[in-house]
């Protein structure tokens, strides 16, 4: 038997503890890179000073997004119902604009994005995320206008960015209640 707590070897897996073997702690100390020789907390497999703690198991709940700061590592960004209303959005873009195969396709699925968003956000009742996704979605759409404008060249029908938006909601409404959609009106 070995005569002090200090002189355990590393491949000692308990301790003695008020005449008891119990569990050792299995973290190495800061000082010298041993082993830790503090009886592990029961359910632990560390002490209380390596960072068990009874009150608190550590992480939160399964799925808990508290921690999160941004989007940047998150696995998806919309769920399923969500995901059907930015297709048939997209949709509703592509139809009313001719995309090209490059910026203005990202234009669009970002306009599709944040209205969605919005979308979501109205539902919510949550303001201030209304307000900075009007803000994304119309910058988009006035992108989007901007370069269809530029390769235009018979000035068809003009509409504001907001009316665009106003026929767009209309629309997807009409579809994701089953009710047949509402055209943007034609002067």
């Known amino acids: 038997m070995v005569s002090s707590k200090r002189d355990l070897p590393d491949d000692q897996d308990y301790v003695?503890?008020?005449?008891?073997?119990?569990?050792?702690?299995?973290?190495?100390?800061?000082?010298?890179?041993?082993?830790?020789?503090?009886p592990a907390v029961t359910g632990y497999n560390v002490c209380r000073m390596h960072g068990a703690n009874p009150k608190n198991h550590g992480g939160g709940q399964?799925?808990?997004?508290?921690?999160?700061?941004?989007?940047?590592?998150?696995?998806?960004?919309?769920?399923?119902q969500d995901r059907e209303l930015f297709e048939g959005t997209f949709e509703a873009i592509r139809k009313d604009f001719e995309l090209n195969d490059s910026t203005d396709q990202i234009q669009a699925a970002m306009a599709a994005f944040y209205f969605t968003r919005w979308y979501r956000a109205i539902e919510g009742?949550?303001?201030?995320?209304?307000?900075?996704f009007d803000?994304?979605?119309?910058?988009?759409?006035?992108?989007?206008?901007?370069t269809r404008a530029q390769r235009d060249t018979g000035g068809g029908q003009q509409t504001t960015p907001a009316e665009?938006?106003?026929?767009?909601?209309?629309s997807v409404r009409g579809t994701a209640s089953g009710k047949p959609s509402i055209d943007k009106p034609e002067d």
Request: net charge positive; aromatic share 4%.
């Open 135 to 146: 803000v994304l979605l119309r910058k988009q759409l006035e992108s989007l206008k901007a």
């Open 125 to 132: 009742k949550a303001d201030a995320a209304i307000g900075n």
């Open 16 to 38: 003695e503890s008020f005449g008891r073997r119990v569990a050792r702690c299995t973290a190495r100390m800061k000082k010298n890179g041993r082993r830790c020789t503090l």
């Open 164 to 170: 665009w938006a106003v026929a767009l909601l209309e």
């Open 62 to 80: 399964p799925k808990n997004l508290n921690g999160m700061t941004h989007g940047a590592y998150v696995k998806r960004l919309l769920d399923d």
